[in-house]
Each structure stands twice: as structure tokens, then as C-alpha cells.
């Protein structure tokens, strides 16, 4: 089997008790614990920051903090983000002036930097970055609200990406966001995804270990 990772986006947590919720999903088997960052300026939301990743920490969260930035521009808040115990720091290449050096950031901040690509930006922008980056995370709805439909053509993309990556052969995690759930985390795994991340078809559950387990199940039967 290959070394999938379930991440629950907090974006649909219960903010009334962050703490709590979010160690349910460790708790239930969660891997990764993934930040959904908005600006209301890249995207039409607004969410947290690094104080809620910082206060995670301090309630006792040890997991992999995933950090998905949504933000232009972008370099101004990796170090803060960095110092509140974020691990992985991905970013919109459209939010960066200077793609290397945002890389660059967020590495010598001692995090694992990695570009997010939306529905319709091309691959082509890992033909320049890809021997420098840890993740690519494929956006599978377009950005800025938890809750949406799983957009069918991210297959192929994930297959082209799956691809590039195995030519660089590098460990870059090959993540999704968006619309993931029981009925499509599998075939989005047979695609080339390894790291899944999963907001309201959790946290919207009524058992998060039972719907964790049973993503894993799913995820069991890919050759």
C-alpha cells in the first residue's frame, strides 16, 4: 500500500471549540492536520492565521500542520506561520513576485515548501520548481469556500502530475483539496494522489472514526 495521508481541513471544524475537534480527528486516526489560509483578497473568504496554528500547539496538537496559503502577497507571513509550528507551507504561484524565493523562504524558515495549483493553472509551473519543493497540492474546487463539488478533470491532472513527479524521483507528496469524500477518494488515489484532504466529509460526519476508517478501507483496495 502506498504511504497515503488523510488531512482534515480545520476550515470546517467547529471554531467554538477548535482545540477539541481538531483532537478528535488526530484521535480518529487523522494525519495531517491542514490549514486553510484566506486573505479575502486572493480569495473571497477570510480565515485564521498563525495564532490559531500557534494555539493548536499550545492545546497539545503534534501532528504534521499542513499550511495552505491563500494569500498575495504571500512572503510576508511564512516566518510567523514557520514559528507557530506550521511543517509544510504551500503556496499559489499567482500570489508570489518571485516563485524561487518564496521556495527559498519558506525552506530556510524549516518547513517543507510546496506549490498549490489551481482547476485551471497549468502544470508548466513545475517545470521550473519541481526539484525544489516537497508538495504539489492540485486544487480539485476553486478556492475559497469549504463544501464543493469535486471537479471531474482534476483526474487527469493529477495522473500528469503523478507522472512529473515520478520522472523527478523525488518524494514530493502529491495532495487534493476539494470535494473529496467516500464515494471519490478512490479513484482520486488510482489517479496518483497520496495525501487527501477532507473538511466537511469529515468534520460533517457523525463519526469521524468510523468515516476516517472507512476512507482508509477505500484507500486499502488500490493496487
Given at each position: 500500500?502506498?504511504?497515503?495521508?488523510?488531512?482534515?481541513?480545520i476550515l470546517s471544524a467547529d471554531f467554538s471549540r477548535l482545540g477539541e475537534d481538531v483532537k478528535k480527528t488526530v484521535d480518529a486516526g487523522a494525519d495531517f492536520v491542514?490549514?486553510?489560509?484566506?486573505?479575502?483578497?486572493?480569495?473571497?473568504?477570510?480565515?485564521?492565521?498563525?495564532?490559531?496554528?500557534?494555539?493548536?500547539?499550545?492545546?497539545?496538537?503534534?501532528?504534521?500542520?499542513?499550511?495552505?496559503?491563500?494569500?498575495?502577497?504571500?512572503?510576508?507571513?511564512?516566518?510567523?506561520?514557520?514559528?507557530?509550528?506550521?511543517?509544510?507551507?504551500?503556496?499559489?504561484?499567482?500570489?508570489?513576485?518571485?516563485?524561487?524565493?518564496?521556495?527559498?523562504?519558506?525552506?530556510?524558515?524549516?518547513?517543507?515548501?510546496?506549490?498549490?495549483?489551481?482547476?485551471?493553472?497549468?502544470?508548466?509551473?513545475?517545470?521550473?520548481?519541481?526539484?525544489?519543493?516537497?508538495?504539489?497540492?492540485?486544487?480539485?474546487?476553486?478556492?475559497?469556500?469549504?463544501?464543493?463539488?469535486?471537479?471531474?478533470?482534476?483526474?487527469?491532472?493529477?495522473?500528469?502530475?503523478?507522472?512529473?513527479?515520478?520522472?523527478?524521483?523525488?518524494?514530493?507528496?502529491?495532495?487534493?483539496?476539494?470535494?473529496?469524500?467516500?464515494?471519490?477518494?478512490?479513484?482520486?488515489?488510482?489517479?496518483?494522489?497520496?495525501?487527501?484532504?477532507?473538511?466537511?466529509?469529515?468534520?460533517?460526519?457523525?463519526?469521524?472514526?468510523?468515516?476516517?476508517?472507512?476512507?482508509?478501507?477505500?484507500?486499502?483496495?488500490?493496487?
Amino acid at each position: 500500500m502506498n504511504d497515503y495521508k488523510i488531512a482534515p481541513s480545520i476550515l470546517s471544524a467547529d471554531f467554538s471549540r477548535l482545540g477539541e475537534d481538531v483532537k478528535k480527528t488526530v484521535d480518529a486516526g487523522a494525519d495531517f492536520v491542514h490549514f486553510d489560509v484566506m486573505d479575502n483578497h486572493y480569495v473571497p473568504n477570510l480565515t485564521i492565521g498563525p495564532l490559531v496554528c500557534s494555539a493548536l500547539r499550545s492545546f497539545g496538537i503534534k501532528n504534521i500542520i499542513d499550511v495552505h496559503l491563500m494569500i498575495k502577497p504571500v512572503d510576508r507571513i511564512i516566518p510567523d506561520f514557520a514559528e507557530a509550528g506550521a511543517n509544510y507551507i504551500t503556496f499559489h504561484p499567482e500570489a508570489s513576485d518571485h516563485i524561487d524565493r518564496t521556495i527559498k523562504l519558506i525552506r530556510e524558515n524549516n518547513c517543507m515548501p510546496g506549490i498549490v495549483l489551481n482547476p485551471a493553472t497549468p502544470l508548466s509551473y513545475l517545470e521550473h520548481c519541481i526539484d525544489d519543493i516537497d508538495m504539489i497540492l492540485l486544487m480539485s474546487v476553486n478556492p475559497g469556500f469549504p463544501g464543493q463539488k469535486f471537479i471531474e478533470g482534476t483526474l487527469k491532472k493529477i495522473s500528469q502530475a503523478r507522472s512529473l513527479i515520478d520522472k523527478s524521483k523525488r518524494k514530493i507528496r502529491l495532495e487534493v483539496d476539494g470535494g473529496i469524500n467516500l464515494e471519490n477518494i478512490g479513484k482520486i488515489a488510482e489517479a496518483g494522489a497520496d495525501t487527501f484532504v477532507a473538511g466537511s466529509s469529515i468534520f460533517n460526519s457523525n463519526n469521524y472514526s468510523e468515516t476516517i476508517k472507512s476512507m482508509r478501507d477505500k484507500l486499502k483496495e488500490i493496487k
